[in-house]
C-alpha cells in the first residue's frame, strides 16, 4: 500500500537535522508540504527546504524557539499565511539538557528543559488545535521517548519532561476525539544520529549501548520519518492517544532476557 499525503500542510519542529530533518524528508516524499521549523541555523533549514522540494512540494522554513509561547504564535501565523493552515503538526524539537544529579542540578537549566520538551508542544499544539477542531480534521504527532518509561540517572528534567508528554499526548487525544482529530506520540529508542555520535562513535560505547537493544543495532531516522508517515496517514485512521515505542525492543527489559 502506497502512502501519500498529498494536499496535507506539515509542521515539523526542530527540523533542520536529525530526527526532526528525516520526519520532514519522509512526510515530504508522501506529498505533504512542509513547514521546516529551526531554533538557528537557518542555513541547515533551507538545505532541508531543498531536497524536500525535489519531490514537488512546497516548504516554508520558520525560525521560532518552542519555549516562548510568543516566538509559537508568530510561527503559526507565518505558517498559515506562506503555507496555509496546518493538517500534521509533529513535535519533535527537544534537548536532553546537562547531566547532574538532582540534588546537584541548576534549576533554572532543569527548568528550561522542561520548557522546551514538554511546555514547547504543549502551546504547539494549543495553535494547530484550534484550528484542527474547528475542521474537524488533523493528527498532532509528539516526538518522546523511551525515556518515558526508562529512568536516566542524571536526566531527571528529560525524563520527567517526556513521561509528562506522553500523558499530554494522552489527555489532548481525549480532548480531541469527538472532533476527528487525532493525537499520538512515537518514542524512539537509541537512533543513530550525529548528536549522539559521541556514543555510537566509540566502540565501547556503542558495545554498550547494543546491550540495551534486543534487537541489536540502533535505529535509523529514516525508520522515525517513515512511522510518522503512516500515523499521519489514513491508515492509522482509527489510532490516538497511545505512544508507539519504536525502540529495538529497548523496552523490554534485556538484561532479563535469559531469566531472572
Same mark, same amino acid.
Given at each position: 500500500?502506497?502512502?501519500?499525503?498529498?494536499? %496535507?500542510? @506539515?509542521?515539523?519542529?526542530? @527540523?533542520?537535522?536529525?530526527?526532526? &530533518?528525516?520526519?520532514?524528508?519522509?512526510?515530504? *516524499? @508522501?506529498?505533504?508540504?512542509?513547514?521546516?521549523?529551526?531554533?538557528?541555523? #537557518?542555513?541547515?533549514?533551507?538545505?532541508?527546504?531543498? *531536497?524536500?522540494?525535489?519531490?514537488?512540494?512546497?516548504?516554508?522554513?520558520? =525560525?521560532?524557539?518552542?519555549?516562548?509561547?510568543?516566538? !509559537?504564535?508568530?510561527?503559526?501565523?507565518?505558517?498559515?499565511?506562506?503555507? $496555509?493552515?496546518?493538517?500534521?503538526? !509533529?513535535?519533535?524539537?527537544?534537548?536532553?539538557?546537562?547531566?547532574?544529579? $538532582?540534588?546537584?542540578?541548576? #534549576? @533554572?537549566?532543569?527548568?528550561?528543559?522542561?520548557?522546551?520538551?514538554?511546555?514547547?508542544?504543549? !502551546?504547539?499544539?494549543?495553535?494547530?488545535?484550534?484550528?484542527?477542531? *474547528?475542521?474537524?480534521?488533523?493528527?498532532?504527532?509528539?516526538?518522546?521517548?523511551?525515556?518515558?518509561?526508562?529512568?536516566?540517572?542524571?536526566?531527571?528534567?528529560?525524563?520527567?519532561? %517526556?513521561? $509528562?508528554?506522553?500523558?499530554?499526548?494522552?489527555?489532548?487525544?481525549?480532548?480531541?476525539?469527538?472532533?476527528?482529530?487525532? !493525537?499520538?506520540?512515537?518514542? /524512539?529508542?537509541?537512533?543513530?544520529?550525529?548528536?549522539? =555520535?559521541?556514543?555510537?562513535?566509540?566502540?565501547?560505547?556503542?558495545?554498550?549501548?547494543?546491550?540495551?537493544? /534486543?534487537?541489536?543495532?540502533?535505529?535509523? #531516522?529514516?525508520?522515525?520519518?517513515?512511522?510518522?508517515?503512516?500515523? &499521519?496517514?489514513? &491508515?492509522?485512521?482509527?489510532?490516538?492517544?497511545?505512544?508507539?515505542?519504536?525502540?529495538?525492543?529497548?523496552?523490554?527489559? #534485556?538484561?532479563? =532476557?535469559?531469566?531472572?
Amino acid at each position: 500500500m502506497e502512502i501519500r499525503l498529498s494536499g %496535507k500542510r @506539515a509542521l515539523v519542529t526542530g @527540523a533542520s537535522s536529525g530526527i526532526g &530533518a528525516a520526519i520532514a524528508l519522509a512526510l515530504g *516524499q @508522501a506529498g505533504a508540504d512542509i513547514a521546516i521549523n529551526y531554533h538557528s541555523h #537557518p542555513e541547515a533549514a533551507r538545505a532541508i527546504a531543498g *531536497q524536500i522540494e525535489a519531490f514537488g512540494v512546497k516548504t516554508f522554513c520558520t =525560525q521560532a524557539d518552542v519555549a516562548s509561547a510568543d516566538d !509559537v504564535a508568530r510561527m503559526f501565523t507565518e505558517v498559515e499565511s506562506g503555507l $496555509g493552515p496546518v493538517d500534521i503538526l !509533529v513535535n519533535n524539537a527537544g534537548v536532553d539538557g546537562p547531566r547532574a544529579l $538532582g540534588w546537584e542540578a541548576d #534549576p @533554572a537549566a532543569w527548568e528550561q528543559v522542561v520548557r522546551i520538551n514538554l511546555f514547547g508542544p504543549f !502551546v504547539c499544539a494549543h495553535y494547530a488545535l484550534q484550528g484542527m477542531t *474547528q475542521r474537524r480534521s488533523g493528527v498532532v504527532i509528539n516526538i518522546t521517548s523511551v525515556h518515558e518509561v526508562i529512568p536516566w540517572a542524571g536526566y531527571s528534567a528529560y525524563t520527567a519532561s %517526556k513521561a $509528562g508528554l506522553g500523558m499530554l499526548t494522552k489527555t489532548l487525544a481525549q480532548e480531541a476525539a469527538s472532533f476527528g482529530v487525532r !493525537v499520538l506520540a512515537v518514542a /524512539p529508542g537509541a537512533i543513530q544520529t550525529p548528536i549522539n =555520535q559521541s556514543v555510537w562513535g566509540n566502540p565501547a560505547g556503542l558495545a554498550d549501548l547494543l546491550t540495551k537493544i /534486543p534487537y541489536g543495532r540502533l535505529g535509523k #531516522p529514516e525508520e522515525i520519518g517513515a512511522l510518522v508517515v503512516v500515523l &499521519a496517514s489514513d &491508515a492509522a485512521a482509527y489510532l490516538t492517544g497511545t505512544t508507539i515505542f519504536l525502540d529495538g525492543g529497548m523496552t523490554l527489559y #534485556p538484561s532479563f =532476557q535469559h531469566g531472572g
